[in-house]
């Protein structure tokens, strides 16, 4: 079993910033793609941006590149989400998740087999 636990969630006006925390237990993650996913109500949850297991590989969603960093520490078994230049359509929770994949990038959920609880962000115009 793998637990997910994110992190850093919060209020913030346009244009501020935000880091996503996600620590990892269980099932060795440092071996799997991470990536972060995002719902809005009413919406579909969506890619925002994964990492293969060294980090030499990142993707993002459209929507977000350049504006948002991910990272990860395997010493620590956690992953980042650096939130820059933050727009109101930011507004969403955000997930966590842990591939069945090691070094290939896929973006549907379905490629994720293990998910967080999720943590609010609300972005004030």
């Known amino acids: 079993q793998v637990q997910l636990v994110e992190s850093g969630g919060g209020l913030v006006q346009a244009g501020g910033s935000l880091r996503l925390s996600c620590a990892a237990s269980?099932?060795?993650?440092?071996?799997?793609?991470m990536g972060w996913f995002r719902q809005a109500p009413g919406k579909e949850r969506e890619f925002v941006s994964a990492?293969?297991?060294?980090?030499?590989?990142?993707r993002y969603a459209d929507s977000v590149e350049g504006r948002f960093t991910i990272t990860r520490d395997n010493a620590k078994n956690t992953l980042y989400l650096q939130m820059n230049s933050l727009k109101p359509e930011d507004t969403a929770v955000y997930y966590c998740?842990?591939?069945?994949?090691?070094?290939?990038?896929?973006?549907?959920?379905?490629?994720?087999?293990?998910w967080g609880q999720g943590t609010q962000v609300t972005v004030s115009s």
């Open positions: 998740a842990q591939s069945k994949r090691v070094n290939t990038i896929l973006r549907p959920t379905t490629e994720y087999d293990y």
């Open positions: 269980g099932r060795t993650f440092g071996y799997y793609v």
């Open positions: 990492i293969s297991w060294s980090g030499g590989d990142r």
